[in-house]
């Protein structure tokens, strides 16, 4: 299988959508590699040297924090969310489709308005000097990566998540 072949496979957006995707997933992919290095040299460090790395857990809230967020716009515009579709059969194609497009503008609004929120949080943050406890890391930029990849989230769903649905009708 090619290159062009996986990605054509694995990755089903249009244009730059699928770059975007695939930067996404490889920020989330090597966040987890990252932790999963953490994680073993800590474990070793403890069992071995009896002495861990120091500051690992706030560097996994973090990193959980970078690989969720990251992952976030691509699992919503896939539409990958859990989906109860119990009255579809009843309510009939068009008017799923009509609710799908209304769920599709409060979820982009809904987004929208908390990524206001917490960029307002990250900048009051920034401000105060606010860092981590043990290793004083500066939280207020992750939590304004957290708005900025919530408004990517409302983005994505207001534009590829209608496109989707809109496509589907065909």
Known sequence: MTRAEWLDQHYPEPGPLRWIAFGLE???AAGLFFLMMLTV????GRYLFNNGVDGAFEITQLGLAIIIFAQMPVVTWRGGHILVDLLDNILGPKLVRLLSMFAALAISTSFYVVGV???QLGARKLRRGEVTEYLELPVG?????IAIM???????MITYGMYRIIKSAK
């Open 41 to 44: 040299a800590d474990v070793g």
């Open 141 to 145: 930029y992750l939590i304004e990566y």
């Open 117 to 119: 929120r917490i960029w």
């Open 150 to 156: 919530s408004w990517f989230t409302a983005l994505g």
């Open 26 to 28: 490889m920020v989330a």
